[in-house]
């Protein structure tokens, strides 16, 4: 049962620290006021500030920028085919042009910050996450369910997810566990991907029949109740959340989450198409972090080879 209650605890701080880093506080903002504040300094304005002074307002990132060396500014410039060996000033010109800022060739900290964003991204390419397998199985003695993850009619989703649910009709228990494919955005620490097991719970088995299941959480929280409802028959898996009788869902961080206005249902669907069309996005984006002169250079061999397929995603 100690076991059990712990899961419950890590169950609802996750679901709280999502919601909670969607709120807003003062020294998120205070750092967004420093990174406008400073984006336009040059790496030696930075660089000559008292230690004390440097420390206490510039944000960590503009740092980094201002300490970093020529080469690596050159190897960024490079990765996104800016010519940055063989013409270093050109190359910090035409990648100032493509931001749509004064061609001056001195680098602000604002700009090497997003050009190491921008090389950094280009390691993102497609990965392998598990099996995008879908589908369900059941028979007298157990069960397995396993997909992805997609909340219905709301736009607060993890896209890059696997679900498995192994149910054992003698324990009369389901044991549902979650993983997830961390994506960065452009305020990580760095540019790579990262697997995170979210949940690893156990449900108590209410409904056994030869093609339906249902099954509630072991250990009920206070705050919202996911129930599963699974229909092997027509391959139809839903998890269903309620609100707890108790209503208590006050967050870490002091805030309440509101009571849902309607139950929150989330079905376990092929991630395939939606996975794919994550990676595809952040590939096209990618794309678009390249050299202008590149990619003008390159869409003429596209359209000379129609069966390009960059070249399709970059149209």
């Not at 997830?180 to 409904?207: A, G």
Request: with cysteine; glycine share 6%.
């Amino acid at each position: 049962m100690a076991i059990n209650l712990r899961m419950a605890k890590i169950r609802f701080i996750l679901a709280t620290a999502i919601i909670g880093a969607l709120l807003p506080t003062s020294g998120a903002h205070a750092d967004d006021d420093a990174m406008e504040k400073y984006r336009d300094w040059l790496p030696s304005q930075i660089l000559s500030m008292p230690e004390e002074q440097r420390r206490s307002e510039i944000p960590i990132a503009y740092v980094m920028s201002a300490k970093t060396e020529d080469l690596a500014i050159q190897s960024y410039l490079n990765t996104l085919m800016y010519s940055g060996l063989a013409d270093f000033d050109g190359a910090k010109r035409r990648f100032q042009a493509d931001l749509g800022e004064p061609q001056t060739g001195n680098l602000t900290v604002g700009q090497v910050t997003e050009l190491a964003f921008r090389a950094d991204r280009m390691q993102l390419t497609p990965v392998y996450f598990f099996s995008y397998k879908f589908g369900g199985r059941i028979n007298q003695y157990s069960a397995r369910v396993r997909g992805t993850v997609k909340i219905l009619d709301e736009n607060i989703a993890y896209p890059v997810n696997y679900v498995e649910i192994n149910c054992e009709k003698e324990a009369g228990i389901c044991n549902y566990r979650q993983f997830i494919l961390d994506l960065p955005d452009k305020n990580s620490w760095s540019q790579s991907y990262r697997v995170t097991e979210t949940f690893n719970d156990e449900f108590t088995i209410t409904r056994w029949e030869k093609d339906r299941l249902d099954a509630r959480p072991l250990l009920e929280g206070s705050c919202r109740i996911p129930e599963l409802r699974l229909n092997f028959a027509t391959n139809e898996f839903y998890e269903i959340v309620t609100n707890a009788p108790e209503g208590d869902c006050e967050l870490l961080s002091g805030e309440s989450l509101p009571k849902l206005e309607k139950p929150r249902i989330s079905q376990i669907v092929d991630g395939d198409p939606l996975i794919r069309a994550v990676f595809q996005k952040i590939g096209e984006e990618n794309y678009k972090f390249l050299s202008s002169e590149f990619r003008a250079k390159a869409e003429i061999v596209f359209k000379a080879d129609p069966s390009a397929k960059t070249g399709e995603k970059a149209n």
